[in-house]
Every structure is written in structure tokens, then in C-alpha cells.
């Protein structure tokens, strides 16, 4: 009879301690679980921002003062800010080094450049070479913009050169986009200073 009562006493135990784990579970403050859940929300865009247009000012090989524009649209229905760029160079027969302190953003286009934008920090991934591109201040949905990266000279060999282009919406959980390649072509011939 003692073991009986024994073994039923170790199961109310048990039975009273996953009921008071439970309880505390269901009482947690619905705030606390209201402020986990936004910080974890991820942003997007609605509409996605598309690249327009890329563009080098100077398109012969192994040129000095070039500037590459990338002109980028975020649609008035896109619901999201755009704050990051990420540029990385896809294709290409050479490796182009850039001068990241150089980079500069406008509204509008590199035809049509109108205030110019603050940016708060531009990096390079030293293995895979990825720019990244924070601006102070996010862009609003409706807005045309271009960035522009300033290598330190163009390429030494002529051809087809691809940029991919990511965004990423402000927020504390941005979800990126790719928007897909810029072309830029260079040429081996009268613009190009070097050319041997």
C-alpha cells in the first residue's frame, strides 16, 4: 500500500508542475509577445524597384575618370522605403577596383541628376567583392534615383561587363530584391587614353 501511494504522489507532482508550466506560458503579458513578433517582422517591397538603366561616362578600356551610373525606379506603390544597394560585378573578361569614396547617389537620373543624396556608408566585401551602399536617409516610394561608382579605371579588356543590383527596403528585418544586371560595354579605341 505505501508504494501505491508513493507512485501516485510522484505523478500528481508531475501533473501540477506541467500545469503551472503551462499557466505561466498562457499569462505571459500580451505586449512582450506583441514587441517579439514586430522586431522579427520582415520588410519588403510591395511593388518591386526596377533598374532603369546602367552607364559608364567613359566607356574606353583602361580610362581614368569614369563614373558608372545605376538609374533605379521605386514605383509610388512599392509601400516601402528603399535604404541599401548592393552592386556586385558578375561578368566581365577584368576584375574592376572601384574608389568607394568616390560613390555618390542623386535623385533622378545620371542625365538629369537633382539633390544629391547623403549616404552613410559604402563597404566592399574583400572575398566576393560586393558593394554595399547605405544611404542616410531612405528613399520614399515614387522617387527615380541613381548611384554612381567611380572605378579607379576602366577594364584593360573590351567587352560586355554585368553589375547585379540588389535593394533592400528600411527596416530592421529587409528582405533583399534583385532587380537583375547592368550592361556596361567597353571599347578598345579613339576615347581610350592607354590604348596601345
Same mark, same amino acid.
Request: charged letters at 20%.
Given at each position: 500500500? &505505501?508504494?501505491?501511494?508513493? /507512485?501516485? #504522489?510522484?505523478?500528481? $507532482?508531475?501533473?501540477?508542475?506541467?500545469?503551472?508550466? !503551462?499557466?505561466?506560458?498562457?499569462?505571459?503579458?500580451?505586449?512582450?509577445?506583441?514587441?517579439?513578433?514586430?522586431?522579427?517582422?520582415?520588410?519588403?517591397?510591395?511593388?518591386?524597384?526596377?533598374?532603369?538603366?546602367?552607364?559608364?561616362?567613359?566607356?574606353?578600356?583602361?580610362?581614368?575618370?569614369?563614373?558608372?551610373?545605376?538609374?533605379?525606379?521605386? &514605383?509610388?506603390?512599392?509601400? /516601402?522605403? #528603399?535604404?541599401?544597394? $548592393?552592386?556586385?560585378?558578375?561578368?566581365?573578361?577584368? !576584375?574592376?577596383?572601384?574608389?568607394?569614396?568616390?560613390?555618390?547617389?542623386?535623385?533622378?537620373?545620371?542625365?538629369?541628376?537633382?539633390?544629391?543624396?547623403?549616404?552613410?556608408?559604402?563597404?566592399?566585401?574583400?572575398?566576393?567583392?560586393?558593394?554595399?551602399?547605405?544611404?542616410?536617409?531612405?528613399?520614399?516610394?515614387?522617387?527615380?534615383?541613381?548611384?554612381?561608382?567611380?572605378?579607379?579605371?576602366?577594364?584593360?579588356?573590351?567587352?560586355?561587363?554585368?553589375?547585379?543590383?540588389?535593394?533592400?527596403?528600411?527596416?530592421?528585418?529587409?528582405?533583399?530584391?534583385?532587380l537583375g544586371p547592368g550592361r556596361l560595354h567597353f571599347?578598345?579605341?579613339?576615347?581610350?587614353?592607354?590604348?596601345?
Amino acid at each position: 500500500m &505505501p508504494k501505491i501511494n508513493s /507512485a501516485l #504522489l510522484k505523478i500528481a $507532482v508531475t501533473l501540477i508542475s506541467i500545469v503551472t508550466l !503551462e499557466l505561466s506560458v498562457i499569462a505571459r503579458p500580451i505586449s512582450a509577445q506583441t514587441t517579439i513578433s514586430q522586431s522579427q517582422t520582415p520588410s519588403f517591397f510591395r511593388k518591386s524597384p526596377r533598374l532603369l538603366d546602367a552607364f559608364a561616362t567613359h566607356s574606353g578600356v583602361r580610362m581614368w575618370s569614369a563614373t558608372y551610373y545605376f538609374d533605379l525606379v521605386i &514605383p509610388a506603390d512599392a509601400e /516601402a522605403s #528603399l535604404q541599401t544597394i $548592393v552592386i556586385n560585378q558578375r561578368r566581365g573578361m577584368d !576584375e574592376i577596383n572601384f574608389d568607394l569614396k568616390k560613390t555618390v547617389a542623386y535623385l533622378g537620373n545620371h542625365r538629369h541628376k537633382e539633390e544629391q543624396l547623403a549616404i552613410k556608408n559604402v563597404s566592399q566585401d574583400e572575398k566576393t567583392k560586393v558593394i554595399t551602399i547605405v544611404l542616410s536617409n531612405p528613399i520614399s516610394p515614387g522617387k527615380n534615383f541613381t548611384v554612381g561608382l567611380k572605378p579607379k579605371r576602366n577594364p584593360d579588356y573590351e567587352g560586355e561587363y554585368l553589375f547585379g543590383v540588389t535593394v533592400f527596403p528600411a527596416g530592421n528585418n529587409p528582405r533583399g530584391l534583385y532587380l537583375g544586371p547592368g550592361r556596361l560595354h567597353f571599347y578598345r579605341g579613339n576615347d581610350s587614353l592607354f590604348d596601345l
